[in-house]
């Protein structure tokens, strides 16, 4: 039985949490950033989680994370 492979696209997006979840890095936080508030920037640096009914996706993605 061959190896699965990692979709690159999806670990260099998804880290696994120590429950078995995923985290990713949020979305808007690259352009037009003049008209985002300072709280709303600086709320976007952290890190979001997959929702749930992704997480089987990403688990198929990602076997060995």
């Given at each position: 039985m061959p190896k699965?492979?990692?979709?690159?696209?999806?670990?260099?997006?998804?880290?696994?949490?120590?429950?078995?979840g995923f985290k990713c890095g949020q979305s808007h936080k690259r352009h037009i950033l003049?008209?985002?508030?300072t709280k709303r920037k600086r709320q976007l640096r952290a890190?979001?989680?997959?929702?749930?009914?992704?997480?089987?996706m990403a688990r198929r993605m990602m076997p060995y994370s």
């Open positions: 699965i492979k990692t979709n690159r696209g999806a670990a260099k997006r998804f880290r696994r949490t120590g429950n078995g003049t008209k985002k508030s890190p979001a989680t997959i929702h749930p009914s992704d997480v089987r």
